[in-house]
DNA sequence: CTTTCACATTCCATTATATGCATATGTTAA
DNA sequence: TTAACATATGCATATAATGGAATGTGAAAG
């Protein structure tokens, strides 16, 4: 009951299932979500940290950056998420945050070092 | 966007799930819902006004009660209410809570008229 | 070693949420 | 009309969630 409940309240605030459901498709950086879901860094970060806390996110470095990637052990968590994902264009908000996702290129001003426009970080 | 977050805020409280989980089962009345779950009437009835803001539930009043029943619309909310009844074997609370909903004769001292004993409300 | 930069954290004010207790409402039944 | 009972609501308060600004940390690159 807890592991369900930490999960529903944590995707219960929309920037927090915002997250999940970007991380869901790919893993992303701190800079990245920062200039996807246009919120601030701080915020960013500790919405990561209470996944984190969860033990929802696995975090790897290369080079300057963190990446984070969902990691759901709960089948009933991959089921819920899968199901969003299922109607996600029928929901404006995630679908614009998917979009700009896939363009994330072009909005990366956030992060100097631009992650994702050079051939691989240092790694 | 704000359909899916106003259910996910709903369910990410424990007994509120435990609520829509019951009446996903069955129309229950206040007093039923009171018993099972073991929480006081204003609570119950708080919770049940909040499914009637979001339009999640429906009410018929039998005689002296007022059975609430879900009423989800959504098939994403759909989707997510099945996908959690499929795994309440695994969620001790939740298994609880609809074993005392099977056996509510026994435990239905809250409510004076034990609406479930008779042979049908007078309605 | 020092600077830079990505990320994390703390502090604080604001707002929201939870919940017990008392009480109101409204229906039923006498 | 009144009494009884199921349900709803108001109020007060405890508690916690939210989010912004500033600051801390630590890896990387020079």
Redo the contacts between chains.
């Keep these: ?1 807890k592991s ?2 930490g999960f ?2 944590l ?4 920037t927090r ?1 915002r997250v999940m459901m970007l991380l869901n498709e790919e893993a992303l950086c701190v800079c990245e979500l920062e200039a996807i879901l246009d919120v601030p860094q701080p915020r960013v970060s500790k919405i990561l940290s209470k996944y984190r806390d969860l033990g929802l996110v696995i975090d790897e470095r290369k080079g300057k950056f963190i990446y984070y990637k969902l990691d759901l052990k709960d ?2 968590h991959q ?2 998420v899968s ?2 994902k299922e ?1 996600r264009d029928t ?4 679908s614009i945050d998917y979009q700009r996702m896939l363009k994330k290129e072009e909005i990366l001003n956030a992060c100097q070092g631009s992650p994702t426009n050079v051939d691989g970080p240092s790694d």
Aim: glycine content about 0%; charged content about 25%.
């Design positions: 009951m369900l409940q529903l309240k995707i219960s605030e929309e299932l089948p009933l089921t819920i199901s969003i109607k929901i404006e908000q995630l």
